[in-house]
């Protein structure tokens, strides 16, 4: 079979990694790539949210199976634009992936299914959302509604804060019409963890659990990032806390798709905050999260592409999904500068040097002849299999070979907390 896979992160570095061990597929492409998926499938020059092209690519090239990364071509309505040609896509279609793409409607769906999360309010006028934070106490949280790359989320310390985010979100309009509403939140306390599901027509099968880090600097300080660290399962997800899940959200979650008319097929990445084995959700993403990807698929038993297959057919099995009890860790090396600013193009060295025992996904990164350049905030996923504190010691002792300029990383990934 021809599989092509859309994004170009180190999300789709693993996914190419896990199908190109499937014996069903004769050619993979990644649409656009990086560095690293050039070393497991072919680079189709083509952004992942140029869907006309990437449409007229799958036919010519007579693509079997359609694998979208990111979210933004899944909200732009790439799996409706697939299907109405007849070509197979593993997504949701625009309509479920608001789940993602509107913060409201995500919102309006855990309330309407009894799903725990925070209690919010919503406007698009400055003056009601001012008026309405006499209704929240501090910290308050404040979201902008639309896919803001990760950025549309603060934590308002005090009112005055919270009253200049509302004032660039609505007003300034820092982020554009994906700003032209606002989630206002209670802030949630707890520790965080995120669980994958496989979703086969609005049915859920979760996947293992993963604990991702968030914050720039050790001690989860600075600003937050699209994660640069990972290790799965989560010791959070004790045998208890995964019923309270299966019947407090993934449930609730099943039935309320079934009423509001989705046909749900593809990824739930579930956002949890966890205080006292009470799950409550921050979040849902309609695709793999990144860097969980990373160390939930080296976990993963089995065919990947034959899940998708039965995903979309319909005759997944609890059965299909098989698990490796090894854990799995992963620690990013970053440009420096990232979540902000940063240069790209500095060479990578070392990569050769590093030990077979290592999975190193590119997250960032081009390819010029047989060199490797930084092309991006997050470069390298350096992931191994194993004991969490065996990992630890094998990536970080790994990772003196590997070198960039202003290169930099956490140097904390994988202390389990108590
Ligand atoms: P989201 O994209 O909604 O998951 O928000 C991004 C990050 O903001 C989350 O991973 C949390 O760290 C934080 N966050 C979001 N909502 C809340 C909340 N209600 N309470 C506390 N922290 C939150
Ligand atoms: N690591 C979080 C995400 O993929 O959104």
Known sequence: MKV????????????CWKLSQSDKITELYCAPGNGGTSLVATNVNIA????????????????????VGPEEPLVLGIVDEFE???????????????????KDFAKKFMVNNNIPTARYESYTEYKDAIRALDNFAYPVVIKADGLCLGKGVVICEDRQMAEMTLKEILQ??????????VVIEEFLKGTEASLLCFVSHNKLYPMESAKDYKQIYDGDRGPNTGGVGCYSPS?????????????????????GLEKEGHDFTGILFIGFMIEDNNPKVLEFNVRFGDPETEVVLPRLKG??????????????????ILWDE??????????????????????????????DEIIVFHNGTSKLGEKFFTNGGRVLSITSVGDISES?????????HISFNEMGYRKDIGILEA
């Open 303 to 320: 065919d990947l592409l034959n899940i998708f297959i039965k995903a979309m057919v319909g005759n997944l099995h609890e059965d299909d």
């Open 48 to 67: 992942a949210n140029d869907v006309e092209r990437l449409l007229k690519f799958a036919k010519t090239t007579e693509i079997d199976i359609t694998i």
């Open 392 to 400: 630890r010691e094998l990536i970080y002792e790994n990772i003196k």
């Open 172 to 181: 300034d309009e820092i982020f554009g019409k994906e700003g032209s509403r």
């Open 326 to 355: 090894k854990s799995c860790m992963t620690v990013v090396l970053t440009s420096g500068g990232y979540p902000g600013y940063y240069k790209k193009g500095f060479e990578i060295t070392g990569l050769k040097d590093v030990s």
């Open 235 to 255: 010791p959070l997800f004790t045998q208890e806390l995964n019923e309270i899940i299966k019947k407090n959200v993934l449930e609730p979650i099943e039935v």
């Open 4 to 15: 092509l896979v859309i994004g170009s992160g180190g999300r789709e570095h693993a996914l």
């Open 84 to 102: 109405e040609e007849g070509l197979n896509v593993f997504g949701p279609n625009s309509f479920s992936a608001k789940l993602e793409g509107s």
